[in-house]
């Protein structure tokens, strides 16, 4: 009987695996920067037992997410908007409560709109500035860099000329676990 190939070890997390860099596609940042934003908001989903549609064409919203829950009162699923950004120019600093983020303000108005039949939350990922670094992986995980937070923007003025900068609180962080604490406040007929 022959042997089966055992995988070789992988390096320990945080350890930049030996040997040259791969040569990575000619894709622009950007877009990679938005394919792994929507990997992040589909992981989280699927730990979160919530179901994820993609409205087409999108008018501003990029995914709607559902949830059900025998606690919910409002409905036995609940749906909430939310619109996608990924950045790598800046980030929470050691300590901050928020860090800022500019959004357009016809954006803003979208997402800060009330009273809105369905809620609607921004969720901002940070990820370093070079993609070589976005990803560890070993047999036991896979770890995305840095992380997701989300922002309820409900009421929020629109101030700036062109664009408004708003404030993300740094104890958002977006996990499966604020998903469902999400979602139970809606489904309770609360907000986000």
Not at 48 to 70: E, K, M, N, R, Y
Not at 135 to 164: F, I, K, M, Q, S
């Amino acid at each position: 009987m022959p042997s089966l190939a055992q995988p070789e070890p992988a390096a320990p997390a945080g350890e930049l695996p030996s040997g040259p860099p791969p040569h990575r596609g000619a894709l622009a940042t950007t877009a990679c920067m938005e394919t792994l934003q929507i990997g992040y908001l589909h992981a989280v989903a699927a730990a979160a037992g919530c179901t994820l549609a993609q409205p087409f064409p999108d008018h501003g919203i990029d995914w709607h997410v559902s949830h059900s829950a025998p606690g919910h009162t409002t409905d036995d699923e609940v749906t909430i908007k939310v619109q996608l950004k990924c950045t790598y120019q800046l980030g929470p600093r050691q300590g901050g409560l928020t860090f800022p983020f500019t959004l357009d303000n016809d954006h803003l108005a979208k997402l800060a709109r009330t009273p809105a039949a369905v809620h609607k939350i921004l969720v901002v990922m940070l990820v370093p500035r070079t993609p070589a670094d976005w990803l560890r992986a070993g047999h036991d995980r896979l770890e995305v860099r840095h992380c997701c937070y989300w922002a309820n923007l409900a009421g929020h003025p629109v101030t700036g000329r062109r664009r408004t900068t708003v404030r993300i609180p740094t104890a958002h962080v977006f996990d499966d676990h604020a998903l469902c604490e999400i979602m139970t406040r809606v489904g309770a007929g609360g907000r986000p």
